[in-house]
Structures are given as C-alpha cells and as structure tokens.
C-alpha cells in the first residue's frame, strides 16, 4: 500500500523533472531513464514511454523523429503550455517546500 501511494506522489515529481530537462534542451527516451535512475527512479521503457506520450498528447511536450545511424530516435521538447506548466509547478513545490521542510 505504501509503495503505491509513494509512486503516485513521484510520478508527478517525476513528470516535473521530465519538463525541467526538456525546456533545457530535446532528449529521448533511454537518456531520459537513465537521468531518472541517477535520482532514484528506476523506470522501465513500459512506464516512461507511455508517460511521455501522455505529456504529448496534454501538450506539454513535442515530438520529433531524427535518424541516428539509420535508427529513427524520438527526440522529445517542451511546448510553451508545457514551459507554463513548469513555471507553475516549480512555484507551487517552492512553496510546499519551505512549509514542509524541518517540520
């Protein structure tokens, strides 16, 4: 029970760190899990990927195919809605953050 409530809570600061790297610049997807793992989120290609498409399809993020050495790799980047939505959640965490910390 705790773990499923845990990953409720991290699967939004999750998509908070998928938003952060992407206004910083396109990445795909296996970078994108391995930037998750260095922080602690172990994410398979079966959750990551339907995330990012659930990002895309609320306009968030953009999609871009680019051929690799013949491989066509999605590159995926912020949309200005999604650069709102950063702004906000980066506001709305600070905030949360001083009220919560050392309590």
């Not at 908070?16 to 989120?41: N, R, S, T």
Request: no cysteine; hydrophobic share 35%.
């Amino acid at each position: 029970m705790q773990d499923q409530i845990l990953r409720k809570f991290f699967l939004g600061f999750i998509q908070i760190h998928i938003l952060h790297h992407a206004k910083q610049e396109p990445f795909y997807g296996a970078w994108m899990m391995d930037e998750l793992k260095e922080h602690g989120y172990d994410m398979s290609p079966g959750t990551l990927y339907p995330l990012l498409h659930k990002m895309e399809a609320k306009g968030v993020l953009e999609k871009e195919e680019k051929n690799i050495d013949g491989k066509i790799r999605k590159y995926y980047k912020i949309t200005t809605l999604g650069s709102e939505v950063l702004e906000e959640a980066r506001r709305k965490a600070y905030e949360l953050f001083k009220e919560i910390k050392d309590k």
